[in-house]
């Protein structure tokens, strides 16, 4: 192939650098009315670090609901995947946030949020023991039948992680 067809990214200066750095910075720690007022001057919602975490994954995984709203109205896209081929839901279904969950689905992030070991964010809740999770995902349409690429279900999952809670609502 071409260069032309595969242009190089252009490089940064220390400068872009340090303010990229800072503005990933702020979706860690939540600074929602700090990503507000870069959202309104043009911020691109988007934004990713090295690793294809975006702005949005940041925010929710770290459980910071209004920054993730200000995302969200920016335009941040749910469907954004790791590089690891993971989703803000299934972050938030590992690390058990409902809110966040529920903002997530109601901004169009899918309720499976597959990665590409078949795992869903109903799979990640039933592994760490999130009853409340998986009763919510489940109330939004989630796949309890659903395999990963081993072939297991959530139920099976849980069972093998001895999240007994899990296993035993997936059970009914």
């Known amino acids: 192939m071409s260069d032309a067809a595969n242009p190089k990214p252009p490089e940064m200066d220390e400068e872009t650098l340090a303010f990229a750095q800072k503005v990933l910075d702020l979706a860690r720690q939540g600074e929602a009315e700090e990503l507000e007022t870069l959202l309104a001057q043009g911020l691109p919602p988007n934004l990713l670090t090295h690793k294809g975490e975006s702005l949005l994954m940041l925010a ?6 209004e920054a993730s709203r200000a995302l969200l ?15 803000p839901i299934a972050g938030a279904a590992y690390k058990g946030n409902t809110a966040m969950i529920e903002l997530l689905l109601e901004h169009g992030a899918d309720v499976e949020g597959v ?18 999770v998986i009763e919510l995902l489940l109330r939004h349409g989630a796949d309890p039948d659903a395999r990963n690429a081993s072939g297991m279900t959530a139920q099976a999952l849980a069972t093998a992680m001895g999240a007994e809670n899990a296993a035993a609502r997936l059970a009914w």
């Open 73 to 87: 109205k920016h335009g941040a896209d749910p469907a954004i995947r790791n590089d690891n081929g993971q989703t």
């Open 115 to 132: 990665s590409p070991d078949g795992k869903t964010a109903l799979m990640f809740a039933a592994m760490f023991d999130r009853v409340e």
């Open 60 to 65: 929710s995984y770290h459980g910071h609901l």
